[in-house]
Nanobody, 124 residues
Framework: QVQLVESGGGLVQPGGSLRLSCAAS????????MAWFRQVPGKEREGVAC????????RYASSVKGRFTISRDNAKNTVYLQMNSLKPEDTAVYYC?????????????????WGQGTQVTVSS
């Protein structure tokens, strides 16, 4: 059974930090490009960050560049999203996704596996 499970979400004040984790089971994460997406009610799911399976290269949405960092620990079959300097506009459900292609980028339909999401709320 293929499964991705996100954790680490919660309530944080503006300017604070959170680290999200995504644990994979049923497949070897090292062979997959990984990404974090987020979604708010009434809006399309948008890409936040992705990391390739080959050289670990990363891409970020312009709205989070310089604040968020995606990383992977293939030995632990886990991908992370370190979120710093959080803003209220970062409030969303965050999803972890996996793709066999490093060209999937921020295209949700290109990702084969998805987690159930974890809520991140940034508020005073």
């Amino acid at each position: 059974q293929v499964q991705l499970v996100e954790s680490g979400g919660g309530l944080v004040q503006p300017g604070g930090s959170l680290r999200l984790s995504c644990a994979a089971s049923g497949f070897t994460l090292a062979y997959y490009a990984m990404a974090w997406f987020r979604q708010v009610p009434g809006k399309e799911r948008e890409g936040v960050a992705c990391i390739s399976s080959d050289d670990g290269s990363t891409r970020y949405a312009s709205s989070v560049k310089g604040r968020f960092t995606i990383s992977r620990d293939n030995a632990k079959n886990t991908v992370y999203l370190q979120m710093n300097s959080l803003k209220p506009e970062d409030t969303a459900v965050y999803y972890c996704a996996a793709s066999v292609s490093d060209d999937s980028w921020f295209h949700p339909l290109d990702y084969e596996y998805w987690g159930q999401g974890t809520q991140v709320t940034v508020s005073s």
